[in-house]
């Protein structure tokens, strides 16, 4: 059975610490800057990860804010014994994939993103069933030795994922679009509906519930999201300027009441639908 | 019992139809333009509405496209009778209550706005309880008759609804910011994706049930919404510019990576969680 190690027990490395408790019987070995008390007492973690066991893990995983990754993967690859798996959650790969680049140890590493999440953050959030049925990507898989990438697809066959392979490259940015820019759209939409509210009260009582859902990701953590946005930043600045060039069009043909192009625009845009219907089977 | 006219048997007017057959065993006069036999195939009206019985309806009820509403209005008030009941469930409300302002029935008139519907669409999306535990606005009240008002309430309370009263100008504009815009930000993300995925082939397997929700009111009908943001483009446009604003706001500060200001903004608009549950609650 392997020892597992998780740095960072949220919602991300909490559900992975309860999923494989439940389908390898592991004990889990947890590291968590603000956590650490509740982690424990939720039992999403059995013992504190210290200097002088770090090196009796067979599996290491880092599910920390993305922009803590880089340095606490160099540390952690500096202390794993020869043929501990290291893998990250975080949503993005590149400036990881870059800081690990040269390690003498970087096939012990591998790049993982699994496409999973609600809009809650924390211990407490943390369930066992979050990545069951779900899209996992693993990236840049040719740096990662044979043995280890064995390892690490047999415990997300634990956790019931599907995995696909990718560079972290295109990734970073097509992630930024179906995941990333989502997330600024929700924010921002509900910053310009609030900042109305403050003069105007009461007009929440006129929404309803597709409101509801195209501005629930702006209940996102930002203690997550700042530092996706920021890692990230060069391939949303592209997505966002995309948006926006979308939005200022939108904008003038509506100013022009140009009904047929605003027609023409929307119906073809109803193609997405049949792609919300797929990932809505896809999450079960 | 009433005998009701309903024009426009879609998602909204063939709900209606369903909901009052049901609670109050009305027989249901109905006219469209696009889905007549549709419609009586699937028992959403009995009869259809004809010049000679028109004047028969003891409640009229306009649920075609909000385009068409003003000039439905005005033919309806002519040929209904003198205590007839006439009302919309038009999304936007200014346009038609300028339109009817001097018609000598005016008095028979209530604008209507129940804020109900599902991204779909057409006769064949209706369903009886469509409205339960929903809210309903009714603009500009002191204009109608005592009487048919209370007829109208009688109605929506068969239909479940939880109605509150406000002026048309007002209904306009806030109605622009909690639904328009969000119709808007959907389909234009959409869009946004669908234009990179033309290059790129199959990112979406990439995207989560996150991107699902925020994109989800990109389904919702052209026939339907383009007449609404044509007939709300004023206050539409005033809040497409607040919220291309706050995109370009962001965009800045990211670009800048101040991960302060960031985080400020993400967690001020975390408040619309509560706001969200709210809602939710709201629609059951």
């Known amino acids: 059975m392997y020892k597992i190690g998780i740095y960072g027990l949220g919602l991300i490395g909490g559900s992975i610490a309860l999923a494989l408790k439940k389908s390898l ?3 889990i070995y947890g590291l968590d800057k603000f956590h650490q008390k509740e982690a424990l007492e939720l039992g999403l973690m059995d013992s504190v990860i210290e200097e002088k066991n770090l090196s009796e893990m067979d599996v290491i995983i880092l599910a920390t804010p993305v922009d ?25 790969k590149s ?3 870059k800081a690990i680049k040269n390690h003498p140890k970087r096939g012990n590493y591998l790049l993982a993103h699994p496409i999973a999440g609600t809009e809650y953050s924390g211990p407490q959030a943390a369930f066992s069933t979050l990545f069951e049925g779900k899209i996992n990507i693993i990236c840049d898989v040719h740096e990662t030795d044979e043995s280890l990438l064995k390892r690490a697809k047999n415990i997300f ?10 560079n972290s490259t295109a990734h970073d940015k097509h ?6 820019l989502s997330h600024i759209s929700s924010f921002m939409l509900g910053k310009t509906v609030l900042d109305l509210e403050e003069n105007e009260k009461n007009i929440f009582q006129m929404a309803g519930s597709g409101f509801a859902s195209t501005v629930r990701l702006a209940k996102s953590s930002p203690q997550t999201w700042t530092p996706i946005f920021v890692e990230n930043k060069q391939n949303i600045l592209i997505a966002l300027e995309e948006y926006i060039d979308n939005l200022n069009d939108f904008k003038t043909i509506l100013y022009r009441e140009n009904k047929q192009k605003l027609k023409n625009i929307l119906q073809k845009t109803n193609h997405i639908g049949l792609i919300i219907d797929k990932i809505e089977a896809q999450n079960g």
Chains 1, 2 share one sequence.
């Open 25 to 27: 019987g592991s004990r």
């Open 68 to 92: 803590s990754i880089p340095k606490v993967a160099l540390q952690v690859l500096d202390a794993c014994k020869q043929d501990a798996l290291v893998f990250d959650v975080g949503s993005t």
């Open 95 to 97: 400036k990881i994939a």
């Open 157 to 166: 066959n634990k956790l019931k994922m599907k995995t696909i392979e990718m």
């Open 175 to 180: 992630i930024a679009y179906v995941s990333h």
